[in-house]
């Protein structure tokens, strides 16, 4: 039953896979400010007609989910069985949902901290790894030892202030009363026909968003203006910070809506198999996502230029077309506006379409033109081994994984009664609440994927090493590693949980690449000049 508490802002997040060879999480906010002026007449009449078809449509809603769209397919038909049988047995009166949730909350942080602690010693010493001491300098390498206790100590803080705000949403049954905020919103200023459960929803999911963009202004602040900046790497102003932040709420409207409102109506209008065809949904939006990111999204936020005729430029494309590579444009990417840190990537849907190479201005400002080839070399790796596509196949067999397993879970109504939803059993809140069931296995399923993505990045780097950029990859690598002060070494256990690539020394040992002279000190020959930013055209 909707309540009377005051409107309130939100945010929701969704992710979506890049073409790069690895994995990474775009996040699209969305956001909803809503306010109710003291001068204005309380609509009391529309009020109790929008609540009167709130509760019709509720009892059509009913209706329509006992109505299953059918299953042609035996063996989806077979696992729709198996699945109803799982959910009607975890489906217990007074079962404690909460102390589950709060016992896999607390033993996940502190899983993540104990792995912290176990990195955090290794931080400390100040002995360079014997495979790195011809290459590092002692000062580099301190200056590393530095930024990564300094991250570690960052992310102890805000994940403890994290944890702490979890924990204390579900003690005072946070969310049943910002859905019943939502719901007052929705009655009194949403047009009938959008009066439903879907607007209620997505005005929840905004405004517990709003809510956590509102706590960690402070952290993601500190993050980019102090310890960014204390170690060089932080280009941004406040003002470019803040326009960010603009941009995103302006995707998250135009994104975050349709997808959230098609997600909620795929599930109600297909019954207790929706899972397929919910996954069947995100499977279009995940492809789509890959070819609208760097044509609309990444123009918003960087400024893409085209690399400038030259040698480099001549040898890439060369090597693109030895390897079939069906490039369109090599461009480069303002990333010093934001940040020191330094990459390459390219762009495109994995298996068909013309691609573009990114190449990062750091990076072609701090290397010769042969380690800019050779981490592209590296990059053309993973598109001739298929590492995009077999990524995107993991990704979908996850979410199918997840989507029917939350079919066991949706019409649980002992999970809703345990955390304040008596009466109300909203699929939004019922996907929430299956996320924080399922978040121990995130864990497992973290270690597992890094696994076969760092078996990636070697075959990549063998790839390369294969068409004879070994010395030149091995130096890029290293000067990736000084330009980004990452960590040269690392606990064992840590890192097979936080590293989805091979740390450097493991990457130089599999390269069997041994250096004779400090890398920091290797000037380019006259043949070899770094890549300046003048180079490019403007």
Known sequence: KRGELTPGFGLVTFSLPSSKPEKFRMSILAVLAMSEPSWLPRPKQRVERTRANAQQENEMNKAVQGCDVPLRNPALALTRGT???LARWLDRPLFPWKRLVVGFSL???????????????????????????KEIERDTFDKSQEYGRAKAKFSFISGLFNQVKSLATLYFNVYPLVWAAAGTVVARYAPVRFSGEITQSLLFMYMLGWIDLIAGLGFSYYHSFVLEEKFGFNKMTVKLWLTDMVKGQALAIAFGVPIGSAFLSIIKATGQGFFYYLWMFMLVVQITGMTIYPILIVPLFNKLEPLKPGKLKESVEALASKLNFPLSELQVIDGSKRSAHSNAYF?????????????????LEKSTEKEVEAVLAHELGHWKMNHTSRLLFISQAHLFYMFALFSVFIDNRSLY???GFHREHPTIVGFMLFNEILSPTDSIIKLLL???????????????????????????????????????????????????????????KAMNWTGDKKVSEDKAKDDEKPVKAADREL
């Open 83 to 85: 699945l109803k049988r």
């Open 107 to 133: 033993a996940e942080f502190a899983l993540e901290n104990w792995l912290l602690f176990r990195q955090y010693r290794v931080l400390q010493r100040t002995t360079v790894p014997k495979a790195l001491d």
């Open 347 to 363: 762009t495109g849907l994995p298996w068909i379409g013309k691609k573009k190479i990114v190449i990062y201005d750091t990076l």
């Open 417 to 419: 009664a345990d955390f």
């Open 450 to 508: 890094n696994i076969w993505t760092r078996s990636m990045e070697y075959e990549a780097d063998a790839f390369a090493v294969k068409l004879g950029y070994a010395r030149e990859l091995g130096a890029s690598l290293i000067k990736l590693q000084i330009q980004n002060l990452s960590s040269m070494d690392a606990d064992w256990f840590y890192s097979s949980f936080h590293h989805s690539h091979p740390i450097l020394t493991e990457r130089l």
